[in-house]
T-cell receptor, first 115, second 112 residues
Framework: GESVGLHLPTLSVQEGDNSIINCAYS??????FIWYKQESGKGPQFIID?????DKRQGQRVTVLLNKTVKHLSLQIAATQPGDSAVYFC??????????????FGKGTTLSVSS | ETGVTQSPTHLIKTRGQQVTLRCSSQ?????VSWYQQALGQGPQFIFQ???????GRGNFPPRFSGLQFPNYSSELNVNALELDDSALYLC???????????FGPGTRLLVL
């Protein structure tokens, strides 16, 4: 079936390091991808998105890379801070048969930042 | 904060009961989507509403139903609750169906 998965369930880094979180997707027709951050007890928070006509997009301390050839997505966080500790999800946006959109999430990567 | 609000924050029900969860979308957003997130899992798409019509549904049984109102707020109703319905229920709003979805804080439902 169609799904979005993450390569590692957990990632531990030191404060100040750069973090890279990876994601593989399976639907080659997907054209929109989003990274969300979810802290304990809260809803997912939008971080950054990218459309399939781009291969890189930068935000504040975050960069998303898209490799359509191998259907791979990554989130890079520069100078990781303790406040970045959370579960990170990539999501794939798929069209429904009624012209809506459904986000398909993977299981997430838990990022732990130690100071 | 996204401006998406959900109520209640927590709820405890027993098997067989019915529950209604509510969501107010961010100002200017006419599309609402609902997701179920089991513990330790990613959110799963339940359905999406646009201009008061359902325009997409995930793999959930008919006892999961919804409504969207003229002010774009929304309800999720679940009948005949089962133990496996225990989860965090998330609402997300977007300006239009194919644009970025912004999530509320969720309603945590426990079915005993």
């Amino acid at each position: 079936g169609e799904s979005v998965g993450l390569h590692l369930p957990t990632l531990s880094v030191q404060e100040g390091d750069n973090s890279i979180i990876n994601c593989a997707y399976s639907n080659s027709a997907s054209d929109y991808f989003i990274w969300y951050k979810q802290e304990s007890g809260k809803g997912p928070q939008f971080i950054i998105d990218i459309r399939s006509n781009m291969d890189k997009r930068q935000g504040q301390r975050v960069t998303v890379l898209l490799n359509k050839t191998v259907k791979h997505l990554s989130l890079q966080i520069a100078a990781t801070q303790p406040g970045d500790s959370a579960v990170y999800f990539c999501a794939e946006s798929l069209l429904t048969n009624q012209a809506g959109t459904a986000l398909i999430f993977g299981k997430g990567t838990t990022l732990s930042v130690s100071s | 904060e996204t401006g998406v609000t959900q109520s209640p924050t927590h709820l405890i029900k027993t098997r067989g009961q019915q529950v209604t969860l509510r969501c107010s979308s961010q100002s200017g957003h006419n599309t609402v989507s609902w997701y179920q997130q089991a513990l330790g899992q990613g959110p799963q798409f339940i359905f999406q509403y646009y201009r008061e019509e359902e325009n997409g549904r995930g793999n959930f049984p008919p006892r999961f139903s919804g409504l969207q109102f003229p002010n774009y707020s929304s309800e999720l109703n679940v009948n005949a609750l089962e133990l496996d319905d225990s989860a965090l229920y998330l609402c997300a709003s977007s300006p239009r169906p194919q644009e970025t979805q912004y999530f509320g804080p969720g309603t945590r439902l426990l079915v005993l």
